[in-house]
């Protein structure tokens, strides 16, 4: 009775033209209305990333599924799938995402399936990534740590080691020299 083709055909055929201009008002009641169709194709179309201007101090944490593109200031941690940090942008706390392209400045902890440091970036503090790229010119200062997932939590004897960090055989480093001279 009814087609799909008939209602997304642009052209008319010609048994099309016998009919009435004028379109049937669709049955609401049925659940393969028009609508529920263009919802189930929406997802196809990625949205664009949310951008926090430069004239913008954010204070707390950021969470979503998407994009970001931060150019002004963000005080606290920051979870996304990709992550735009602008040459004007600082970022003070932890950075969390699929894929981190940092041209700004980050205080604090970078985690990344791919992290990329532009030669405009200023880190200060760990990266953990699965893969990283880092060019001439980019201001560093942390230790860099590649995981395969680097998206989840540390490790389980590193948090319970009370802040050590680990070798690359996976066992317990002792603390700093900073620790043993407050005793």
């Given at each position: 009775m009814f087609s799909k083709s008939k209602i997304n055909d642009p052209a008319p055929k010609q048994d099309a033209a016998a009919k009435p201009a004028v379109p049937e008002k669709p049955d609401t009641s049925r659940n393969d209305s028009p609508s529920t169709e263009f919802k189930a194709a929406a997802p196809k179309a990625k949205p664009p990333a949310s951008v926090?201007?430069?004239?913008?101090?954010?204070t707390g944490n950021l969470k979503t599924t998407g994009d970001i593109q931060v150019e002004g200031t963000v005080e606290g941690d920051i979870r996304a799938h990709?992550?735009?940090?602008?040459?004007?942008?600082?970022?003070?706390?932890?950075?969390?995402?699929?894929?981190?392209?940092?041209?700004?400045?980050?205080?604090?902890?970078?985690?990344?399936?791919?992290?990329?440091?532009?030669?405009?970036?200023?880190?200060?503090?760990?990266?953990?990534?699965?893969?990283?790229?880092?060019?001439?010119?980019?201001h560093f200062e942390g230790s860099v740590q590649r995981q395969d997932d680097p998206l989840n939590s540390k490790p389980k004897n590193q948090q319970q080691a009370g802040g050590g960090q680990q070798n690359q055989q996976g066992q317990q480093k002792p603390q700093q020299v900073q620790e043993a001279a407050k005793g």
């Open positions: 926090l201007s430069s004239d913008l101090h954010v990709l992550l735009t940090i602008g040459e004007g942008a600082t970022i003070k706390g932890e950075v969390i995402a699929d894929d981190v392209v940092i041209n700004g400045r980050i205080v604090g902890r970078v985690r990344g399936l791919k992290v990329r440091l532009t030669s405009t970036a200023r880190v200060e503090g760990d990266i953990i990534h699965k893969t990283i790229a880092i060019e001439s010119g980019a």
